[in-house]
């Protein structure tokens, strides 16, 4: 049978229900979002003389919530005008419309009994076949089946999202005794591929696999700080991006989350683990005891380990908790000699071990709770999970670390290690020396390009399942690299196709990526289909090396900015005209350069959480590697309407001089950025193999070179007399500075073509000469100069 999904039904329109309805309609499905009616009228209601059998009042409920997160940051909506694929309606009303519905989704709170009420109405109306699941976090999956029927019963999962469903690409899968291994199967393929998620069969146990790890992992934390005597900001930087987990690290997390849902999952697990070795460490210190009697929960109630206040000069101050007297005081920056050796060390997994070697406080820190995580993630196997890399997969996912246990683990050596855990009283499960006795030394190893995993039961290397179907560089590092310089690597990603990665900081593009980027060019045209330009760091590229435009501009050695910013405008558009298909993909941060370079492939192959715009103006320049000339063309070639219309243009030059960056692929597409052709790849694990794909496509539907354009349509001195009425508008009303007026007018020229008196066609060569000239004559510009050093002094841009 094939099954698909075209319209789902959500219960519950909460936090979590309003935000899986937003990520359904994100991916184009039809979605149904039902709550309950109210009991009483509000006072508004009263006033307005409405009954509780009046529509407005009886969808009360279920438009407040879903208007709240419409109105929520970061947006759970690719688009805003997405909303328009959710219908919503009440659970005595429109709970019969679901039998024309796929799958049917219950976000109810976290009751069985009323989980189970909710299920008897289901029951009544769901088509057989149809798929149903529960999205909980704490309620065992097998408890919820209690009187329902056998078809009830076969179709029937958990399917636990991560909160906020957009951003947390976590999705586990929960089968019962009685699911048809089918549904389960359909499940782990349908959240991968359509969903961008990464699924977990995860076992029927508490909290499943990512919250009984990631909370005990936070827990430990919380332990091993009051052992060592740290403090909340010393423990929130020593958990943060040093080790690859998020900004946020471990107590701003907990006031983002809301402490109460903490409490709440440690207890639950407390109480439903009695035979769990880690047990007391779900057991929380007395000091949460005192926060939650406070109400001092976080962002929710707007103090929790942090608070956000105003001093004397009416200046945002964050203070932080002081845990041993309660009283919140300044911020206190955290030192650590272990810190400051690891610095320079780029590569995350090269940083573990110096990081765990160290003598002072943060090594002692780092040893006692990564040992301790170590041990405890040995022990849940096969209790949680069967395979060691479901761990992995879970925690990263759910909780946004780059790098899971055992790999860190990996990254650390096991064997060096384990005599260290064995006298701070961290002895691992038995299967590790087992393992070790074998001869088998990590965890993971690469084969052939694909990841494979330590099985216990064979006490062998198996591929991890579906590795095949990814493109993942690290894999294919030692065995596949055709070409490398400093800042860039070329691949053979295999069937003829190769690919290009950056790696340098943040993947900005300096001479060694363009010279990368013309050396993989030079080899496709000469012996390959095609090329994929894209990396798997953190961020696709945060633009052009400011540091060499800032050397040769304060040295005033313009020939040398003029030099730079032909070779990178040819290069980019060596990456649009050449003889083979060069298909880029862009994901995370993509700015200034990195999105010049999208904008110039065949097709691009874009991430759906791709944030990407031209922003030089925030560093005083314009777009100098095309960007400028290439927005200007897509509005002449008529894109949205058809006709070059004033708008258009004014609309793509506002995006300019403003700075504005797309929230996602879908955003980007409305400015321009994207195209109709452009593709989105909703899994990021699946990006470079789909890109490598649209290559191979392009290369055999006959792929030709484009000839450069010569009929661009600018508007000349009429454009430029609109766009500066807008602009001086803005300056008087001191919404701009001089110099942005300045750099708008530069932007304005190119666009319009320049000093013509009227419309007219021009070629590409033409704009991208007027671009570079506006781009070099801003070099100048002692306030351009100002900005761009605080870029890279400070990492914050200056508005003078």
């Known amino acids: 049978m094939t099954r698909r999904i075209r319209k789902v039904a959500v219960l519950g329109s909460g936090i979590m229900g309003s935000r899986i309805a937003c990520?359904?309609?994100?991916?184009?499905?039809?979605?149904?979002?039902?709550?309950?009616?109210?009991?009483?009228?509000?006072?508004?209601?009263?006033?307005?003389?409405?009954?509780?059998?009046?529509?407005?009042?009886?969808?009360?409920?279920?438009?407040?919530?879903?208007?709240?997160?419409?109105?929520?940051?970061?947006?759970?909506?690719?688009?805003?005008?997405?909303?328009?694929?959710?219908?919503?309606?009440?659970?005595?009303?429109?709970?019969?419309?679901?039998?024309?519905?796929?799958?049917?989704?219950?976000?109810?709170?976290?009751?069985?009994?009323?989980?189970?009420?909710?299920?008897?109405?289901?029951?009544?109306?769901?088509?057989?076949?149809?798929?149903?699941?529960?999205?909980?976090?704490?309620?065992?999956?097998?408890?919820?089946?209690?009187?329902?029927?056998?078809?009830?019963?076969?179709?029937?999962?958990?399917?636990?999202?991560?909160?906020?469903?957009?951003?947390?690409?976590?999705?586990?899968?929960?089968?019962?005794?009685?699911?048809?291994?089918?549904?389960?199967?359909?499940?782990?393929?349908?959240?991968?591929?359509?969903?961008?998620?990464?699924?977990?069969?995860?076992?029927?146990?508490?909290?499943?696999?990512?919250?009984?790890?990631?909370?005990?992992?936070?827990?430990?934390?919380?332990?091993?700080?009051?052992?060592?005597?740290?403090?909340?900001?010393?423990?929130?930087?020593?958990?943060?991006?040093?080790?690859?987990?998020?900004?946020?690290?471990?107590?701003?997390?907990?006031?983002?989350?809301?402490?109460?849902?903490?409490?709440?999952?440690?207890?639950?697990?407390?109480?439903?683990?009695?035979?769990?070795?880690?047990?007391?460490?779900?057991?929380?210190?007395?000091?949460?005891?005192?926060?939650?009697?406070?109400?001092?929960?976080?962002?929710?109630?707007?103090?929790?380990?942090?608070?956000?206040?105003?001093?004397?000069?009416?200046?945002?101050?964050?203070?932080?908790?002081?845990?041993?007297?309660?009283?919140?005081?300044?911020?206190?920056?955290?030192?650590?000699?272990?810190?400051?050796?690891?610095?320079?060390?780029?590569?995350?997994?090269?940083?573990?071990?110096?990081?765990?070697?160290?003598?002072?406080?943060?090594?002692?820190?780092?040893?006692?709770?990564?040992?301790?995580l170590f041990k405890y993630v040995t022990n849940r196997i096969p209790e949680i999970a069967d395979e060691l890399y479901k761990i992995d997969d879970a925690v990263c996912a759910g909780f946004g670390w780059e790098v899971g246990p055992f790999e860190t683990w990996d990254s650390i050596g096991i064997e060096k290690s384990i005599q260290q855990m064995e006298e701070m009283g961290y002895k691992p499960n038995k299967w590790v020396y087992d393992m070790l006795d074998a001869g088998i030394k990590t965890f993971y190893t690469a084969k052939d390009g694909v990841r494979h995993y330590y099985d216990i039961d064979s006490k062998s290397y198996k591929p991890v399942p579906g590795a095949d179907e990814y493109i993942i560089l690290d894999n294919i590092r030692e065995s596949k690299v055709l070409w490398s310089n400093s800042g860039s690597t070329i691949f053979d990603l295999g069937d003829d196709v190769i690919g290009i990665e950056f790696h340098t900081k943040m993947n900005t593009l300096g001479g060694e990526v363009v010279e990368g980027i013309n050396k993989a060019i030079d080899m496709a045209e000469k012996d390959y289909r095609g090329l994929v330009i894209g990396n798997q760091g953190a961020q696709f590229s945060a633009g052009a090396n400011l540091g060499m435009v800032f050397m040769y501009a304060i040295e005033q050695e313009f020939d040398e900015v003029d030099f730079m910013i032909r070779h990178f405008q040819n290069t980019m558009m060596r990456v649009r005209y050449s003889s083979v298909p060069v298909v880029v993909a862009p994901h995370g941060l993509s700015l200034g350069g990195g999105c010049e370079m999208t904008m110039h492939a065949d097709v691009v192959q874009a991430a759906a959480e791709t944030y990407i715009g031209l922003v030089e103006v925030g560093v005083g320049l314009i777009p100098g590697g095309g960007g400028t000339k290439e927005l200007t063309k897509r509005v002449s070639d008529g894109i949205q309407t058809g006709d070059v219309v004033l708008n258009d243009l004014q609309n793509a030059f506002m995006n300019i001089a403003t700075a504005k960056v797309a929230t996602s692929a879908e955003e980007a597409r409305g400015m321009h950025i994207l195209r109709p052709q452009d593709r989105i790849s909703m899994n990021i694990d699946r990006q470079l193999a789909d890109a490598k794909a649209t290559v191979i496509e392009l290369a055999d539907a006959g792929y030709t070179m484009p000839v450069q354009a010569s009929n661009i349509k600018v508007q000349g001195k009429t454009g430029m007399a609109l766009f500066m009425a807008g602009v001086n508008g803005m300056r008087m009303g001191n919404y701009i500075s001089d110099h942005d007026l300045k750099i708008a007018n530069k932007i304005a020229y190119v666009m319009c073509g320049g000093d013509l008196s009227y419309p007219q066609e021009v070629t590409e060569q033409y704009l991208l000469d007027l671009e570079r000239e506006a781009f070099l004559s801003l070099t100048g510009e002692k306030k351009t100069l100002e900005r761009i050093q605080s870029i890279l002094t400070t990492g914050k841009p200056l508005r003078n």
């Open 23 to 372: 990520h359904f309609a994100n991916i184009g499905v039809d979605v149904l979002l039902l709550d309950i009616v109210p009991r009483e009228l509000n006072d508004q209601e009263k006033k307005k003389g409405l009954t509780l059998e009046d529509k407005v009042v009886r969808n009360r409920i279920v438009n407040d919530a879903f208007e709240s997160t419409l109105k929520s940051k970061p947006a759970s909506l690719y688009d805003k005008d997405f909303a328009s694929r959710i219908t919503l309606g009440n659970f005595d009303d429109d709970i019969s419309k679901i039998k024309d519905y796929d799958w049917t989704i219950e976000v109810v709170v976290e009751n069985l009994d009323i989980k189970k009420k909710v299920f008897e109405q289901v029951e009544k109306h769901r088509t057989p076949g149809t798929l149903i699941t529960s999205n909980t976090s704490g309620i065992p999956i097998h408890l919820m089946l209690d009187g329902r029927s056998e078809d009830f019963q076969k179709h029937f999962c958990g399917t636990h999202f991560f909160n906020p469903p957009r951003y947390l690409r976590l999705l586990e899968i929960i089968p019962t005794p009685k699911t048809d291994p089918e549904i389960t199967d359909f499940l782990m393929h349908y959240g991968d591929l359509f969903l961008g998620k990464t699924t977990v069969l995860a076992k029927d146990t508490p909290a499943f696999i990512a919250n009984r790890v990631g909370i005990y992992a936070i827990l430990k934390v919380i332990e091993s700080m009051q052992k060592l005597g740290l403090n909340v900001d010393e423990v929130d930087k020593l958990t943060g991006p040093v080790i690859g987990r998020p900004k946020s690290a471990t107590f701003r997390t907990s006031d983002v989350v809301g402490l109460d849902t903490l409490v709440k999952v440690a207890t639950n697990l407390y109480e439903g683990l009695p035979n769990d070795e880690g047990r007391d460490t779900f057991k929380l210190p007395d000091v949460v005891g005192k926060l939650m009697e406070n109400k001092w929960l976080g962002d929710k109630t707007g103090q929790g380990f942090y608070k956000k206040t105003k001093d004397d000069k009416g200046k945002t101050e964050i203070l932080t908790l002081n845990l041993e007297t309660l009283e919140y005081e300044p911020k206190k920056k955290a030192s650590f000699g272990t810190l400051e050796a690891t610095k320079p060390i780029e590569n995350l997994k090269e940083r573990f071990k110096p990081l765990l070697a160290g003598k002072d406080k943060a090594g002692e820190f780092y040893r006692d709770s990564f040992f301790a």
